[in-house]
C-alpha cells in the first residue's frame, strides 16, 4: 500500500527534464515574438490613438469652460498639426499642455507622417473647439467644419484615419 501511495505522489510533479524542455519552448517563442512589438503597424495605430485622444483633449478644455445658455462663452482651444506633429493651443495661439502633461510640439514617433498634407477638409491643418464642442476648420474658430474631416496618417506601407464629424465634434478613429 505504501509503494502504490509513493507511486502516486511522484507523478503528481514535472521532471527536471520536463521543466527544461517548456523554458526552452517559452524562450523561442519570446525571441520570436518580442521583436515584433516594433511592427510599424502597432506603432502607426498607437499614435493614432494618442492624436485622437489629444483631439477629445482640446475639445472637452473648450467645453469644460462653460455654456452661457445664450451663447459660447468659453475659450475656443485647437490642435495646429504639420505632417510630422502636432501642438495645442487657444485661439490665440498661448500653448496648453497635454493631458500627459507634454506642452509643445509633439512629434509622431516612427517615421509617422500626415498624407496627403494637410488633409482636404482641414486646408488651415487646425482643428478648433468651441464650448459646445463643435469642430471648427480655421484657427480662429470662425469657420464650422462642413463636412467630415478625414486626417490620414501613414507609416511604411500601412495607413490609419481619424474622422472628426460637423455638428458633434465627435472624433473617430475607425
Same mark, same amino acid.
Request: avoid cysteine; glycine fraction near 10%.
Given at each position: ?9 511522484? #507523478?503528481? &510533479? +514535472?521532471?527536471?527534464?520536463? *521543466?527544461?524542455?517548456?523554458?526552452? /519552448? *517559452? ?9 515584433? =512589438? #516594433? ?15 489629444? @483631439?477629445?483633449?482640446?475639445? %472637452?478644455?473648450? @467645453? ?5 445658455? /445664450? ?9 495646429? +498639426? ?10 490665440? &495661439?498661448?500653448? /496648453? ?5 507634454? %506642452? ?7 517615421? /509617422?507622417? !500626415? ?9 488651415? =491643418?487646425?482643428?478648433?473647439?468651441? &464650448? *459646445? ?24 506601407? %500601412?495607413?490609419?484615419? !481619424? ?6 465634434? @465627435?472624433?473617430?478613429?475607425?
Amino acid at each position: 500500500m505504501g509503494r502504490q501511495r509513493e507511486k502516486r505522489l511522484r #507523478n503528481l &510533479g +514535472f521532471t527536471l527534464v520536463e *521543466l527544461i524542455v517548456v523554458m526552452l /519552448v *517559452l524562450g523561442i517563442l519570446a525571441a520570436v515574438f518580442i521583436p515584433r =512589438s #516594433n511592427n510599424p503597424a502597432i506603432i502607426l495605430s498607437t499614435q493614432a490613438e494618442q492624436f485622437a485622444a489629444d @483631439m477629445r483633449y482640446v475639445q %472637452s478644455l473648450a @467645453m469644460s469652460e462653460g455654456w452661457s445658455g /445664450v451663447a459660447p462663452t468659453a475659450r475656443r482651444y485647437r490642435i495646429n +498639426f504639420t505632417a510630422t506633429g502636432y501642438d495645442l493651443s487657444d485661439v490665440s &495661439g498661448v500653448a /496648453v499642455a497635454s493631458a500627459g502633461g507634454t %506642452s509643445g510640439p509633439i512629434a509622431f514617433a516612427g517615421g /509617422v507622417n !500626415i498624407s496627403p498634407f494637410p488633409p482636404p477638409a482641414l486646408p488651415n =491643418s487646425v482643428v478648433a473647439f468651441d &464650448g *459646445l464642442g463643435r469642430p471648427y476648420a480655421d484657427a480662429t474658430a470662425t469657420t464650422l467644419l462642413a463636412s467630415t474631416a478625414t486626417i490620414t496618417l501613414t507609416s511604411g506601407g %500601412s495607413t490609419r484615419t !481619424i474622422q472628426i464629424f460637423p455638428e458633434t465634434g @465627435m472624433v473617430r478613429v475607425p
